[in-house]
């Protein structure tokens, strides 16, 4: 069975932080398209700033367990690039809604 996890991540707040996102997003990019033909990503985007500047990410995984997730985020470009600085995941359950 597969799980759900909510993940929210919030860039550093360095001078460099703006431009470490903006250098990494490309591969950060191409590991969400992996994982979005594998179902892995069910959606996700940055955070802004109320200036529009992007600060941070959510992201919700549907994967087989918190171990798989671990198994993604070993080479998830944002983590190893510095970008991303206080990440918390959480369980999650996407709620369905019949109309």
Known sequence: MKEQYLLIARDG????AEERRLNVRPAHLDKIRELKKSGEFLFG???????????GSMIL???SGRER????????????GGVWKDIEIVPFRL?????
């Open 13 to 16: 707040k360095d001078s460099g």
């Open 45 to 55: 985007g940055a955070i802004l700033d109320e200036n529009g500047i992007m600060r």
């Open 61 to 63: 995984y549907e994967v």
């Open 69 to 80: 997730l671990d198994e993604i985020l070993k080479d998830e470009p944002y983590i190893s």
């Open 95 to 99: 709620a369905k809604i019949d109309v």
